[in-house]
């Protein structure tokens, strides 16, 4: 009874073609609108045309077997079952879906009462719903039918009693989860009423699955009112439903299946049908949420690519990655290059929407469902990617490359143990015994410093802290002696003083194994810190390429520079307003042509907005992507007053008192 | 200014029912917040500056101690004593993007957050959201999106537009600028200073974003397990810090400036102590350079706690063997500050000639 409509967030995944044929054109649409509508139409007319035909006794044809005129033969009074059969669909199907509606009332009600009542009557309330569950809903429903009176409506009530704590159960689950919202807690500071949040926050929130479900419902309620009627709780003669006609047709089975059989199968139908109408209800939200496929499905011509450099891990040309989106085409990543040397730490930093990420998966070969990377040239450990199949590619990224990622709580199967985990690579991959990937885990271990051995292999993920997580993550990485890792945001969860473990043991990494490592991060410092690169993304490109420790006082890309002075920093100036970059980041759905930066930047020139500036050589390792770099910064703290003014009023940076901070500074020198 | 308007936190406990028996998250805190200034507090993630935050605006119930907001003590037992408490206090979270309602325009969030405790018609009612856009430097234009269609930067504007819309006498910023870009978490931080200028409340900043704290605290509180190990003035603080912790922290931030940090033995040894059996003595013990496990003879630490501070003092580091003022701190050392021209202490009386 609990459908796949139980997932408020269902899995969205990208489109696949096939899945995503669920609406009412496809065949299974189609098939429950057929069905709904073979029993709309008895359920309407049933009383108007066979009404009649249905009460008339008839005592020359009694107990008759199917004939010509009776199709499915006579009762004991001679009346025709058929005609009762149709007759009897909008009294069975009534106290169904009105059961279900009751019961469902009740129980939403009692459930989403949960979200905004204080702890005690939160906890009484569960409790009271736990206890309503621990009774099967059968029993449940026979008891209070034989309470409330054989007839409908005792039959109606107590169903609706019946289903009411699984509503209840399902709601309070659903509205759990809003209930734990920081919307929810920012309405409740604000003192709103409890009916207030209950019908402007947590309704709407939890209504989708609701109704699906309850649709589902109603179709186990009609089977379950029928089961009413045939013991006799439920519809009492002169009246008539599915159930009891069954019911009276039992008596005579071994002599005449049909008319016991035929409301059986009339049952089953209808049940059927609220069934497979939930079911597409459900693929019909689901869908609605589902990106659309890219319409081109842009295939870049392979270059001859240049013979392989030596020294390089990694090399990658004119990466780009295209996004299906609802009705348009994501580009978040537009030809990115880059290359890492063995044994190199780079840093790629952007901010969020800069195609950072979307590089990082695509040159894992992990890129989501429906997105799509074409390059130029992609060559990893000198074997070009074009030219093996995806097997022998994937291949060899699961041996030569491993990925750490940025929530160390998500990265592990929670449900498996540490050293299961640690170990499938070099099991699956090098096909090492058991016994010896168990001591090379523990050797892992050791190298990232967490005590505890061949206890913290039996251990579980969720028993560990996230730094310990992201720490088993870097020893898992590093068991395979890969050549490259690639670690996407992996500090971002993490405290400072964690953060600074996990980029110490990083580098231990890159020195004891000659790791290249790919470091994503969107925090310059960090990655100024820790790496001997860096690559700075914008828009999908790679705008700067230069060595770590001139990111500081030597960016020349405009872009770069105003990154720089945008991060407060515990070094600089405290009194100084901190510098923010107008405007906001570049449309990834936009295809105009020019630099990506040129609509928030101050040194635009006519050239910007309508030619791409590529990465070019400025200098020994350092690359921009512009068309009119920044002259050097002076280095910083030179007390030159005008050079200072000059650079602000190029950066044209929102400030404006540089000036006069620089000048008090040097009074202040003086003294 | 609204003098007196500020918030007061008095011995505050709270404690929680963890799975495996109670959880003392915040053990024994006194702050002050004082109307128009701001408390960084910063600690790493489990040192309860959170629970503590949702103690003050009344989502958690202390269990000993008082808050009081303005010199009055709201019960949050009573419905009506916690709607007054909303209408003083108010919290900007720290995950824009579940903030806010994500079927709810931006006009409707503000316009239940404006109406929350006063009736307003609808003429004035669409002024107020006007107006509140402007102060948070938002067009017009955001007023009828739904949040999933803002930027982050401009849900988080959003996210404190509602909070200051009932004009509350005391702002909770719990992490607000963690989840942002760089560029766009600097323009927030200079808006929030800017706001609090202009409108004079008191604010509770809490991050583990040390530059940032430092950014817009006039004091910073260090919380450590529970407790606040270490009060002083912003720049106090990060000039000399004196509790062991606080130098840790300090020297665990990656700085674009100060040059890069060698690579050195592992900073905290030993992992962080589970909140839920925190050590005798001082709870930093275990894992303090200069602690009992490093230095013999300061057996001490692990047996008396060195909470017991005299109050009052402008700097409290609730350590027994404290560094000294003049110590100089991880990050006041040499390279920048000569170079660099680092940041003057505000008060000339304090120069060091």
């Known amino acids: 009874m609990v459908p796949s409509s139980l997932r408020p967030a269902a899995p969205r995944a990208a489109g696949r073609s096939g899945a995503s044929r669920s609406g009412w054109a496809s065949p299974l649409g189609a098939t429950t609108l057929v069905m709904l509508g073979t029993l709309a139409v008895p359920a309407v007319a049933g009383a108007v045309l066979w009404r009649t035909a249905a009460d008339r006794p008839d005592p020359s044809a009694v107990l008759r077997g199917p004939t010509a005129e009776h199709l499915l033969g006579t009762d004991r009074l001679g009346r025709d079952l058929l005609a009762r059969l149709l007759a009897a669909t909008w009294p069975s199907l009534l106290p169904a879906v009105a059961a279900t509606l009751l019961g469902a ?21 569960g409790a009271l719903i736990n206890l309503l569950l621990a009774f099967p809903a059968l029993l449940v429903a026979m008891f209070f039918a034989a309470l ?121 139908f209808a049940a059927v049908a609220f069934q497979l109408l939930g079911e597409v209800l459900a693929g019909a939200a689901a869908r609605r949420a589902r990106p659309r496929q890219p319409e081109e499905p842009t295939a870049h011509p392979a270059r001859a690519g240049r013979p392989a450099a030596a020294d390089h891990v990694l090399e990658v040309e004119d990466l780009r990655v295209v996004l299906p989106a609802t009705d348009r085409v994501v580009r978040p990543v537009r030809g990115v290059t880059l290359a ?3 044994g190199e730490m780079v840093g790629l930093v952007g901010e969020s929407g800069s195609g950072k990420s979307l590089t990082a998966l695509a040159i894992a070969d992990l890129l989501p469902d429906g997105a799509r990377a074409t390059w130029g040239t992609h060559r990893f450990l000198g074997a070009d990617a074009g030219s093996s199949s995806r097997g022998e590619r994937r291949r060899r990224l699961a041996t030569g490359m491993a990925m750490i990622f940025q929530n160390p709580a998500s990265a592990f199967n929670p449900s498996l143990r540490i050293g299961t985990q640690m170990t499938e690579a070099v099991r699956a991959h090098h096909g090492t015994p058991r016994a010896q990937a168990v001591e090379q885990a523990l050797a892992a271990l050791q190298r990232v ?63 004891d194994d000659a790791t290249a490592i790919l470091f994503i991060s969107h925090d310059i410092a960090l990655v100024a810190d820790a790496c001997d690169r860096v690559l700075v993304m914008y828009g999908g490109t790679i705008v700067e390429n230069l060595p770590a420790r001139e990111l500081a006082a030597g960016a020349r890309h405009p872009y770069t520079r105003m990154l720089v002075a945008s991060v407060p920093d515990l070094a600089a100036d405290r009194d100084r307003p901190l510098r923010t970059i107008e405007g906001g980041p570049p449309d990834p759905c936009a295809t105009a042509p020019g630099c990506p930066f040129h609509d928030r930047c ?37 007390r030159v007053t005008e050079a200072a003014a000059t650079e602000a009023a190029e950066t044209g940076m929102t400030e404006t008192d540089v000036t006069e901070t620089d000048v008090v500074e040097k009074e202040e020198a003086e003294k | ?199 004079g409340f008191a604010m509770l900043f809490i991050s583990h974003d040390l530059a940032a704290v430092r950014h817009v605290s006039d004091v910073v509180a260090v919380m450590y397990l529970g407790r606040v190990v270490e009060t002083a003035s912003t720049e106090n603080l990060l000039r000399s810090p004196r509790h062991p912790y606080t130098r840790t922290l300090l020297s665990a931030v990656p700085s674009l400036h100060a040059g890069r940090r060698p690579a050195g033995e592992p900073l905290l040894p030993a992992e962080v102590p589970d909140p839920a059996s925190p050590p005798a003595g001082c709870r930093f013990h275990p894992r303090c350079p200069v602690g009992p496990n490093r230095r013999p003879g300061r057996e001490v630490c692990a047996v008396r706690d060195p909470q017991q501070e005299a109050a009052g003092q402008p700097h409290r580091a609730a350590c027994h063997f404290p560094y000294r003022a003049d110590d100089g701190s991880p990050h006041a050392g040499g390279v920048h500050r000569g170079a660099n021209g680092d940041r003057a202490p505000r008060t000339p009386g304090s120069l060091p000639s």
């Not at chain 1, 050589?617 to 920044?630: K, M, N, R, S, T």
């Not at chain 2, 929350?116 to 402007?134: K, M, N, P, T």
């Open chain 2, 1 to 199: 200014m609204r003098e007196g308007a500020g918030l007061a936190l008095h011995d505050v406990t709270v404690r929680h029912h963890g799975p495996f028996g109670p959880v003392t998250a915040v053990d024994g805190v006194s702050l002050e917040v004082p109307g128009g200034r701001t408390v960084g507090l910063v600690g790493e993630s489990g040192s309860g500056k959170s629970t503590l935050a949702r103690a003050v605006v009344g989502l958690d119930s202390p269990s000993a101690g008082r808050i009081t907001v303005g010199g009055r003590e709201y019960r949050r037992r009573r419905a009506a004593d916690r709607r007054r408490l909303g209408q003083q206090v108010q919290l900007v979270f720290q995950d824009p993007d579940t903030a806010l309602d994500p079927r709810m325009t931006v006009r409707q969030s503000l316009a239940e957050s404006a109406g929350a405790f006063v009736r307003l018609d609808r003429r004035s009612r669409e002024q107020r959201i006007g107006g509140l856009l402007e102060l948070v430097g938002l067009d017009a234009g955001c007023a009828d999106r739904v949040p999933g269609r803002l930027s982050g930067g401009q849900r988080q504007r959003v996210a404190v537009a509602r909070a200051l819309a009932v004009d509350p006498a005391v702002l909770i910023a719990d992490e607000v600028t963690s989840a942002l870009d760089v560029s766009v978490r600097a323009a927030l931080l200079t808006m929030l200073r800017d706001l609090q200028r202009r409108m």
């Open chain 1, 340 to 342: 890492l040397r063995r």
């Open chain 1, 602 to 638: 101050p040194h635009r020139l006519d050239r910007c907005a309508v030619e791409s500036p590529v990465l070019s050589p400025l200098g020994p390792e350092h690359e921009v992507a512009c068309w009119g770099p920044l002259p050097p910064a002076p280095f910083r703290g030179q």
């Open chain 1, 148 to 268: 409330f009176g054989a007839g409908a409506d005792g039959a109606v009530c107590a169903l609706a009693v019946a289903c009411a704590p699984g509503f209840a159960r399902i709601t309070q689950t659903l509205a759990a989860t809003v209930a734990g919202t920081d919307f929810m807690a920012a309405a409740r500071v604000l003192g709103l009423r409890r009916h207030r949040l209950l019908l402007r926050h947590v309704l709407p929130h939890i209504a989708e699955p609701l109704v699906l479900n309850t649709t589902v419902a109603a179709g186990s309620a009609l089977v379950a009112l029928s089961g009413l009627s045939f013991l006799g709780l439920g519809a009492q003669p002169p009246s008539y439903d599915w159930g009891l006609l069954l019911s009276q047709g039992l008596d005579r089975i071994y002599t005449e299946p049909l008319p016991a059989v035929a409301p059986g199968i009339a049952i089953a």
């Open chain 1, 449 to 511: 410093a967490l005590p505890g051995g061949r206890r913290l292999l039996r251990s579980r993920p969720f028993q560990l802290s996230g730094g310990q997580r992201q720490r088993v993550a870097i020893a898992a990485a590093s068991m395979m002696r890969p050549a490259l890792i690639v670690a996407d945001e992996p500090t971002t969860a993490l405290d400072v003083t964690v953060q600074r473990q996990i980029m110490d043991l990083l580098r231990r990494i890159r020195r």
């Open chain 1, 105 to 125: 009332a009740a129980g939403i009600t009692l459930g989403a009462l949960t979200a905004v009542v204080g702890g005690r009557a939160r906890r009484l309330l």
